[in-house]
Every structure is written in structure tokens, then in C-alpha cells.
T-cell receptor, first 113, second 114 residues
Framework: DAMVIQNPRYQVTQFGKPVTLSCSQT?????MYWYQQKSSQAPKLLFH???????NEADTPDNFQSRRPNTSFCFLDIRSPGLGDAAMYLC????????????FGSGTRLTVV | AQSVTQLDSHVSVSEGTPVLLRCNYS??????LFWYVQHPNKGLQLLLK??????LVKGINGFEAEFKKSETSFHLTKPSAHMSDAAEYFC????????????FGTGTRLQVTL
């Protein structure tokens, strides 16, 4: 089945130690998104890629970076995680026209110790 | 600008009784509207979507929603709740356009009791 896969499901990292979360898709969608979701809150868009074009949200901290080496893969890098970065990170994809909505991965739950 | 308001942060129903989760939207353009469900520690799953076709939209697991332009509403309903319906539900709006971003409501937590 075509899908969006996030690895790992659970990630524990140390305060200040760089961490990378990965997302892959078999849908061949042009657009890939990264969302941060804290407990009992709606997902918050961090950035998205339209093909290779990177689009950062104005309020996304510089601590968060992303890479998209090809259509299928997208990575979220947190350069120096703080305790406040503990959250669920959701990857999503869509076609050029979002009239059909997004397809989400299962998420990666990040814990910072 | 587009926005979406979920009127209830928490709804509790008994198993077998109807479910109503309320959502109002505002959008300068013809909206696309979605309901997503999220079970604990899981990603978001699309329940149903409205994209300017039929105003009554049927989704998965017996859910449906009706788009009412005059009321700017897109409420989610289900005739009979099941224990497995307990989850967080998000109403989402988007422009019908290219690579447009989704705007999420704040979510409604549905509790189903015996």
C-alpha cells in the first residue's frame, strides 16, 4: 500500500545532542510537510518542501532544519534539542493540489532527557 | 484568511448513542474541509473531506459531515458511537488551490463510555 512511513516511532535524545527524524513516502507526492504536535494541541506546521523548494514558517526556530534529498525522503534535523522540543513530529505529503488533503505518517514521539 | 473553530474541546457520549462534533470555518475562498481522527500516539487519519461536490459527505467508520455554507459549518456526526471511536478529532480547512497549507482546529476529544 502507498503510504508515509516515519522512523523511528519513538526517539529519546539527550539535551543538546543533535537528532534526525526520517520520513519516506511511496505516493510520489510533490509536497512534504513537517508538523510539531505538543500534548493536547493541534499540529503546528514547521516547514514544507514543494519538490526541492524549501518553505520555512516564519516562527519556526532556527534549531529546526530539514533536508529532502529526493522525492521519497525528507528529514527533520534538530540541532540542539531542548526540553521544550519534546513532542510528536508528524510528516505529511500531498499532491500539487491539496484539495484531497494530506496523508500523514504515524509520527515520531521525541523525548528529550 | 482562513480559520476553523471547533466549538467543543471535549465531548462525552455513551456507547450506542449519536455523536456530534461541531466545526465552524471562515474562508475567503471556496474551502476544502476535512475531518481527521487521531488515536493516542498515532498519526492523523483522514475520516472524510468536502471538496465542493455533494454537501453531505460520507466517510469511513460510519461518520458523515454536512457542509452548510449559510451557517459556515461542517459538523461531524455518527448515528451510534463505538468504544473504538474514542480519539481526538480535528476539523481542518484549506483553500482549493495549489500546495496550500491546512489550517487545523484545536481538536475535540471524544470520550465513549459504557
Amino acid at each position: 500500500d502507498a503510504m508515509v512511513i516515519q522512523n523511528p516511532r519513538y526517539q529519546v535524545t539527550q539535551f543538546g545532542k543533535p537528532v534526525t527524524l526520517s520520513c519516506s513516502q511511496t505516493l510520489n507526492h510533490n509536497v512534504m510537510y513537517w508538523y510539531q504536535q505538543k500534548s493536547s494541541q493541534a499540529p503546528k506546521l514547521l516547514f514544507h518542501y514543494y519538490d526541492k523548494d524549501f518553505n520555512n514558517e516564519a516562527d519556526t526556530p532556527d534549531n529546526f532544519q530539514s533536508r529532502r534529498p529526493n522525492t521519497s525522503f525528507c528529514f527533520l534535523d534538530i540541532r540542539s534539542p531542548g526540553l521544550g522540543d519534546a513532542a510528536m513530529y508528524l510528516c505529511a505529503t500531498s499532491g500539487i493540489n491539496t484539495v484531497y488533503g494530506y496523508t500523514f505518517g504515524s509520527g515520531t514521539r521525541l523525548t528529550v532527557v | 484568511a482562513q480559520s476553523v473553530t471547533q466549538l467543543d474541546s471535549h465531548v462525552s457520549v455513551s456507547e450506542g448513542t449519536p455523536v456530534l462534533l461541531r466545526c465552524n470555518y471562515s474562508s475567503s475562498y471556496s474551502p476544502s474541509l476535512f475531518w481527521y481522527v487521531q488515536h493516542p500516539n498515532k498519526g492523523l487519519q483522514l475520516l472524510l473531506k468536502y471538496t465542493s461536490a455533494a454537501t453531505l459527505v460520507k466517510g469511513i467508520n460510519g461518520f458523515e459531515a454536512e457542509f452548510k455554507k449559510s451557517e459556515t459549518s461542517f459538523h461531524l456526526t455518527k448515528p451510534s458511537a463505538h468504544m473504538s471511536d474514542a480519539a481526538e478529532y480535528f476539523c481542518v480547512v484549506s483553500y482549493t488551490g495549489t500546495a496550500s497549507k491546512l489550517t487545523f482546529g484545536t481538536g475535540t476529544r471524544l470520550q465513549v463510555t459504557l
